[in-house]
Nanobody, 112 residues
Framework: QVQVAESGGGLVQPGGSLRLSCAAS????????MAWYRQAPGNQRDLVAL???????SYVDSVKGRFTISRDNAKNMMFLQMNSLKPEDTAIYYC??????WGQGIQVTVSS
């Protein structure tokens, strides 16, 4: 059974940092592309960052230079380092494994 779970969210002030983690089990982790998505209230779920199984990386324009995606295949984990956070980064963040597997989501709130 494949399980995907996010951790590391919370409340942070504008300009602050958070590191999200995504842990996966029950799957050959290294064989899959991984991604972070986010969904703000009233909005659709949008791609934030992608890291492929060959370590190709891409970001949505709004987070370039502030967010860094990475993965550790030995630990079956993916990360999203978020710096210089803005109120508009507030959303539920989701980890996606391959095409079909999602985590339950974790809240990130950027507010003073």
């Amino acid at each position: 059974q494949v399980q995907v779970a996010e951790s590391g969210g919370g409340l942070v002030q504008p300009g602050g940092s958070l590191r999200l983690s995504c842990a996966a089990s029950g799957i050959i982790f290294r064989a899959y592309d991984m991604a972070w998505y986010r969904q703000a209230p009233g909005n659709q779920r949008d791609l934030v960052a992608l890291i492929t199984r060959t370590y190709m990386i891409s970001y949505v324009d709004s987070v370039k230079g502030r967010f860094t995606i990475s993965r550790d295949n030995a630990k079956n984990m993916m990360f999203l380092q978020m710096n210089s956070l803005k109120p508009e980064d507030t959303a539920i963040y989701y980890c996606k494994l391959g095409e079909h597997f999602w985590g339950q989501g974790i809240q990130v709130t950027v507010s003073s």
